[in-house]
């Protein structure tokens, strides 16, 4: 259950949805967004340990390539961290980038889907991250059930959901239409919410992550956001995560978005165009990222 990070929510590195999507085939980009996006997942790994010491099993549910289990094995060098994903390819490159970082001896990976995989741990979690990966299963009620029972007496469970879209680019570019990034927010809210609709079991939920989480049984110990801010000018490799985020904005929301916008994406998008964002010097990254944070009661 690879999550793409940019999500419906800004939309994670275009965050785009669909259980037909070939994980394998997006693994350098959602490894990409990840790394992008690494300044505020390390905030946001810095305030979980400001409660923890010393997990013996972080858990990463939902880990995709395995940036952020890789975080999580920097942040607490005495755990265990097990990256679990129903992507193979994925987990592959989870571990290779686990040796390549020095912590493969105590780096594991479980293959299956969420939630009913987690069963397979050999222990329970002390901790268990689940970022956007959640809202990929039809029952998320059911499912926070489930992570709450994996977990350790005193465990904590934190599920990475909600935030603010993505912004790359000005709201007046220059060309078409301005706030180009409001309307294709708006397109994949749809798209999100087809995705939600038609997923196995698929249950309407009220998004209140803290009510949800004391539901599982858990207590609710704190929400935060944090902010990814990469001004411009931005990093060779920003501007190129961008280009493929907008490159697959425009291929999955063409039929949602009008012959002006998907005109705007093509010259935004033409290594050519000097008004481009392979040149234009305005890009940027500007994103928020909520955590809810739980434990189970000892």
């Known amino acids: 259950m690879a999550h793409e990070h940019h999500s419906h929510h800004r939309p994670h590195q275009g965050h785009h949805h669909g259980d037909d999507a070939d994980w ?37 549910a939902g880990s995709g390539p395995g940036v952020i289990s890789g975080l999580f094995a920097q942040t607490f060098p005495g755990a265990r ?12 490159r989870a571990r290779g980038r686990a040796a390549r970082l020095g912590h493969g001896d105590r780096f594991g990976t479980l293959a299956g889907e969420l939630p009913g995989v987690l069963r397979e741990l050999d222990r329970p979690a002390d901790l268990l991250w689940a970022s956007r990966s959640l809202h990929h299963l039809g029952d998320q009620r059911a499912a926070l059930t489930e992570f709450a029972e994996r977990l350790a007496p005193g465990g904590t469970l934190a599920i990475l959901e909600g935030g603010l879209a993505a912004r790359y680019l000005p709201r007046d570019i220059g060309f078409g239409r301005p706030g180009l990034q409001a309307r294709i927010d708006a397109a994949q809210q749809d798209r999100f919410a087809a995705m939600r609709a038609g997923l196995p079991g698929a249950v309407a939920e009220t998004e ?30 920003v501007r190129a995560h961008v280009a493929d985020v907008l490159t697959r904005t425009r291929d999955i929301l063409a039929d949602a978005l009008d012959a002006d916008d998907r005109a705007t994406l093509d010259r935004l998008l033409d290594p050519a165009d000097d008004r481009g964002v392979h040149h234009r010097p305005d890009l940027f990254v500007l994103a928020a990222h909520t955590v809810h944070r739980a434990v189970r009661p000892v």
């Open 24 to 60: 394998g085939a997006l693994a350098a980009m959602l490894e990409a967004e990840a790394e992008v996006s690494t300044p505020a997942y390390a905030q946001a790994l810095a305030w979980l340990s400001e409660d923890m010491t010393g997990p013996g099993l972080v858990v990463d």
């Open 81 to 92: 961290v097990v990256a679990v994903d129903s992507s193979e390819p994925l987990l592959e």
């Open 208 to 237: 209140d992550w803290p009510a949800l989480l004391a539901a599982a049984g858990l207590k609710h110990t704190g929400t935060r956001s944090f902010l990814l801010d990469l001004p411009a000018p931005v990093p060779d490799q």
